[in-house]
């Protein structure tokens, strides 16, 4: 390519960049082509398992289609409501995810080792789900009240440090690993935004090991766990069985995969394939071509948060966007690493592609605010607005 050409289409890139109403359409576009490509992963990653325990390949893609159905309109709901009325929601929204935190610590059921389900009636939900939305919304409302007293530590740490280790403790009783470490990347992440100093980082890292360490030398499925992901195969047929299958998934997609349906670890060898290791799943099948475009679709999600929170003169805008890119950015490189053994297997799904509506509704709501602030950017308000006239001038001629 000539030195011309690419000038060209370096402009051209930057050009589309510029235009108003290109964030909205990223994460617009971002968001339904992950829904999409989890509802077809789900469908190939659970179809064995469906047959065999529910007599048809289609039972856990039906019941994720339905959650994709509620969710789509929680998110168009979440992206038309005011700044001011999700801020209404910021303590109320606390207190219950809270409360539902100590329901499941207390009487939550157990699946897999981790106290991280509680019963609803007919129904099971993940309370730290909710919770994330709920800590990012909170949090978000008190550093933006504490605008201009950010500069004292005192004010950035209270309360919203103290609230989030009390959450984070909740999860950690019931033995969710995963969701207390993006728990702890959420309070590292709004610290950083919002200008901590790096002697509370060293601090926190320092506190966390010693944490880590205390927590894996108590339990000695947890030990085995956080020592398997550095040699899978060492244990490979106890704690390194679902590490070193995940790994023969994603090393036998080559470039461009099996092709879609064609997995083999899906046939009872890879456990939780639709739901914690369905990247696994994703890339045996659509090989690395797929897993890089799935990695960059929560890449551009994340320019585009970061550029919505650029843009914006609101703090709680900023705040709040830099909390839903932290988590849902965070959540996936956990995910990534675990299905590649880079990180322990401590369970936690893939925002928007793995099964599970407990994860999908909150994750769809936190998605539809970032969506309304960019909406609701100046340039992008003034040339929806502009649109809309176009189009009711264009209805009224045809008249």
Request: charged residues 15%; without cysteine; aromatic residues 10%.
């Amino acid at each position: 390519m000539s030195r011309s050409a690419t000038r060209t289409w370096v402009g051209t890139l930057r050009e589309a960049l510029d235009r108003p109403l290109t964030t909205y359409y990223l994460l617009v576009g971002a968001t339904v082509l992950l829904l999409t490509i989890g509802l077809i992963m789900v469908l190939s990653a659970s179809s064995v398992h469906g047959y065999d325990n529910y007599g048809s390949s289609f039972y856990w893609v039906k019941r994720q289609l339905i959650w994709v159905l509620l969710g789509i309109p929680v998110a168009i709901l979440a992206s038309r409501v005011s700044t001011k009325w999700v801020r209404g929601l910021a303590y109320p929204g606390f207190v219950v995810a809270l409360g539902l935190l100590v329901a499941t610590a207390a009487v939550g059921v157990t699946i897999n080792g981790n106290r991280n389900w509680l019963a609803l009636g007919p129904i099971q939900i993940q309370a730290s789900e909710i919770a994330k939305l709920a800590i990012v919304i909170w949090a978000a409302h008190i550093y933006a009240n504490k605008e201009r007293r950010l500069g004292s530590l005192h004010q950035l740490l209270i309360p919203v440090v103290p609230g989030m280790v009390l959450a984070t403790t909740l999860v950690v009783i019931g033995r969710d690993l995963g969701t207390a470490l993006v728990f702890f990347a959420l309070l590292v992440g709004m610290l950083w935004v919002v200008g901590a100093p790096v002697r509370l980082f060293v601090l926190f890292m320092s506190a966390l090991s010693v944490v880590a360490l205390a927590l894996a030398a108590t339990d000695t499925e947890r030990l085995e766990r956080i020592t398997t992901f550095v040699d899978p195969f060492k244990d490979f047929h106890g704690t390194g069985w679902q590490p070193a299958h995940g790994l023969y998934a994603i090393a036998s997609g080559g470039i461009f995969g099996e092709g879609l349906g064609a997995s083999q670890q899906k046939w009872g060898q890879l456990p939780e394939a639709h739901t914690d290791f369905i990247f696994a799943v994703l890339g045996e099948e659509l090989g690395l071509a797929g897993t890089l475009l799935v990695v960059g679709l929560f890449l551009v999600i994340a320019y585009a948060g970061l550029r919505v929170a650029r843009e914006t003169k609101d703090p709680f805008v900023r705040y709040a966007t830099f909390g839903v890119i932290i988590w849902l950015l965070g959540q996936m490189i956990i995910n990534v690493g675990m299905v590649l053994a880079l990180l322990p297997v401590i369970g936690i799904p893939l925002p928007l592609v793995s099964y599970g509506g407990s994860g999908l509704l909150p994750t769809l709501a936190a998605l539809g605010l970032v969506i309304g602030f960019a909406r609701r950017e100046p340039a992008a308000a003034r040339a929806l607005a502009q649109r809309r006239r176009t189009r009711s001038r264009g209805v009224a001629a045809r008249r």
